[in-house]
């Protein structure tokens, strides 16, 4: 079984940092998944990449499949980005097993 | 947003009672998840779907159990509810595999 690790668990910035959030895995992968869970619970799929780099608006997800981790980043971060972000990842697609999530939270 | 909807939303029931919680999508994908998200554990999967009447097992399905009939159903039935079946439940749909759309969550509550 895949063991996933998120640092870091909790993460407080101001308002226009830059924010990385990592997620490393014990297990070669196939695809990895980033997800953002908004503070009243709903959960967003933001990223699906299995090499390399996706950027939309705002946030960039990178991917080193031989150092088996991944980066989330935001830029120009602000206070709507406040949410739990969880990393995922599988040898398909069907069983993933999740991290625990980054609680991020900016502060206007 | 993906047509996903969850119902009921919240139900509060009693150990030993069967509980049946409902999946529905308008968006006519093939895959169907359900999970459950506990306090410091990351989302678990329960059963998944793959077409009709297609299931399969996750990590956590003992206790569990699931139908899909047509495409746009999927139930999770709590044959017997236990407290350790306490949780947050979502339902997750995806055209290819791998969830991309998640419903908006049961809380359930079993006394």
């Known amino acids: 079984k895949n063991e996933v690790e998120q640092s870091p668990q909790n993460l407080t910035a101001q308002e226009g940092e830059f924010i990385t959030i990592n997620c490393s895995y014990s297990?070669?992968?196939?695809?990895l998944h980033w997800l953002q869970q908004h503070p009243g619970g709903g959960i967003v799929s933001l990223f699906m990449?299995?090499?390399g780099k996706k950027k939309h608006g705002r946030l960039i997800a990178t991917i080193n499949i031989q150092e088996k981790h991944s980066s989330l980043h935001i830029t120009a971060s602000h206070p709507r980005d406040s949410a739990v972000y969880i990393c995922?990842?599988?040898?398909?697609?069907?069983?993933?097993?999740f991290g625990t999530g980054t609680r991020l939270t900016i502060i206007p | 947003d993906a047509g996903i909807t969850q119902s009921p939303r919240h139900k509060v029931t009693e150990t030993g009672t069967p509980v049946t919680l409902r999946c529905h999508q308008t968006?006519?994908?093939?895959?169907m998840y359900w999970y459950r998200q506990d306090p410091g554990h990351g989302l678990r999967l329960i059963h998944y779907?793959?077409?009709?009447?297609?299931?399969d097992k996750g990590e956590v399905s003992d206790g569990y159990s699931v139908s899909r009939s047509k495409t746009e159903d999927f139930l999770l039935t709590l044959e017997s509810a236990t407290s350790s079946q306490t949780s947050v439940y979502f339902c997750?749909?995806?055209?290819?595999?791998?969830?991309?759309?998640f419903g908006p969550g049961t809380r359930l509550t079993v006394l």
């Open positions: 997750a749909i995806s055209p290819t595999g791998g969830p991309n759309h």
């Open positions: 297990v070669g992968i196939s695809a």
């Open positions: 990449l299995s090499s």
């Open positions: 995922a990842v599988g040898d398909g697609n069907e069983k993933l097993t």
């Open positions: 968006e006519n994908h093939r895959y």
């Open positions: 779907s793959y077409g009709v009447k297609d299931t």
